[in-house]
């Protein structure tokens, strides 16, 4: 299991990567570099949600899982337990770690 502050971490910089990506694709949209970047930075991304929603809990609705999210039950109210994963462990602006 990965730290959840690294992966955190990880996570702000490959989405920053998208999100810089994203803007220059809107004027270049036939850039074949920037596009492979984007498609890798983008895979990256999503790697690192699951990999989070995996080990802690989901940040974004996309990796919701009610049957594999927080594996570690690291901060939940409902140990051992199906349920609706977005509600489980400090969301990441709460600095609670």
Request: proline share 7%; with cysteine; glycine share 2%.
């Amino acid at each position: 299991m990965a730290d959840r502050n690294s992966l955190l971490q990880e996570i702000n910089e490959t989405s920053f990567m998208v999100n810089d990506l994203t803007l220059y694709l809107d004027t270049h949209p036939e850039d074949p570099q920037a596009l492979e970047a984007f498609t890798q930075a983008a895979a990256q991304r999503k790697q690192l949600l699951e990999a989070y929603a995996r080990d802690f809990e989901p940040l974004t609705m996309n990796c919701v899982c009610p049957d594999c999210n927080n594996q570690s039950q690291s901060s939940t109210r409902y140990p051992g337990k199906k349920h609706f994963t977005w509600c489980d462990g400090p969301l990441p602006w709460d600095n609670q770690v």
